[in-house]
């Protein structure tokens, strides 16, 4: 399964590991969205930044 991340606040004033986060998601810009594997290590970055980003499921 894939889920789609997409950028819903700034990353600006953010903590520095949350802004390392979004980076190794592929999220530079707001209301930027990215496609990833539902995998563990994907699901905890998006917890780390669960204020900032909106998560969906993707129909493969």
């Known amino acids: 399964?894939?889920?789609k991340i997409t950028l819903?606040?700034?990353a600006a004033n953010r903590l520095p590991n949350q802004k390392a986060n979004l980076?190794?998601?592929?999220?530079r810009k707001?209301?930027?969205?990215v496609v990833k594997?539902?995998?563990?290590?994907?699901r905890g970055m998006i917890d780390k930044v669960a204020h900032l980003v909106k998560v969906e499921?993707?129909?493969?």
């Open 1 to 3: 399964m894939k889920i």
């Open 8 to 10: 819903v606040k700034s």
């Open 23 to 27: 980076i190794a998601l592929g999220l």
């Open 30 to 33: 707001r209301n930027q969205s």
């Open 37 to 42: 594997e539902d995998r563990a290590e994907i």
């Open 57 to 60: 499921e993707v129909a493969e």
